[in-house]
């Protein structure tokens, strides 16, 4: 069964650099769309972008200036970087695996509570 | 405001047929496949529908999806206390070239 593990900083100050991992345990990494997705405190869900194995992304529009998705495929591993952090980034963060890019997101990290605050 | 319009709340009592309703557009669902993801309080959301009105292997057939033109709609039947949760739809949007949420829905059982 695959699962996600997810981990980076919890706390950061605003104009620093957002950084996430997220492993992927028990199944391949190859053949599927490796995904990022908000929610801030209280509100909905927010895509952030998509990478597949191959390196191809895909980034919302609006944040596509800040945002930077990597993978390391010997460590079935995928990164998100958001720079220029402000108290709007201010979220719970999940990393979720997409069935051929497709919105068919499962499984999904555990999630990951960033707070931007001075 | 997201594009995708979803009531904000819904209620129903146990054993009752419930509807969440998701208002999009000619570049989203009118275009798309629309899917549904439940979350429970303090949890990640879980695929409940994809491709309109199809069910990830694990799900109960008492959720169902449908679309018609540019809305698409979750039912829920057999309503139980375990389904108190946050309903959300998805889907891409052509147009601005993103996958766009709606708001969510707070379904109670009452």
């Known amino acids: 069964q695959v699962q996600l593990q997810q981990w980076g900083a919890g706390l950061l100050k605003p104009s620093e650099t957002l950084s996430l991992t997220c492993a992927v345990y028990?199944?391949?990494?190859?053949?599927?769309?490796w995904s990022w997705i908000r929610q801030p405190p209280g509100k909905g869900l927010e895509w952030i972008g998509e990478?597949?194995?191959?390196?191809?992304?895909n980034y919302k529009p609006s944040l596509k200036s800040r945002v930077t998705l990597s993978l390391d495929t010997s460590k079935n591993q995928f990164t998100l970087k958001l720079r220029s952090v402000t108290a709007a980034d201010t979220a719970v963060y999940y990393c979720?695996?997409?069935?051929?890019?497709?919105?068919?997101?499962?499984?999904w990290g555990q999630g990951t509570l960033v707070t931007v605050s001075s | 405001q997201s594009v995708l319009t979803q009531p904000p709340s819904a209620s129903g009592t146990p054993g009752q047929r419930v509807t969440i309703s998701c208002s999009g557009s000619?570049?989203?669902?009118?275009?798309?496949?629309v899917y549904w993801y439940q979350q429970l309080p303090g949890t990640a959301p879980k695929l409940l529908i994809y491709?309109?009105?199809q069910w990830p292997s694990g799900v109960p057939d008492r959720f169902s999806g449908s679309k018609s033109g540019t809305s698409a709609s979750l039912a829920i039947s057999g309503l139980r206390s375990e389904d108190e949760a946050d309903y959300y739809c998805?889907?891409?949007?052509?147009?601005?070239?993103?996958?766009?949420f709606g708001g969510g829905t707070k379904l109670t059982v009452l």
């Open positions: 979720a695996r997409d069935y051929d890019s497709s919105g068919y997101y499962y499984p």
């Open positions: 028990g199944g391949s990494f190859s053949g599927y769309y």
């Open positions: 990478i597949n194995p191959g390196g191809r992304t």
């Open positions: 000619s570049s989203n669902i009118g275009t798309n496949y």
């Open positions: 491709k309109n009105n």
């Open positions: 998805a889907v891409w949007d052509d147009s601005l070239s993103d996958r766009v």
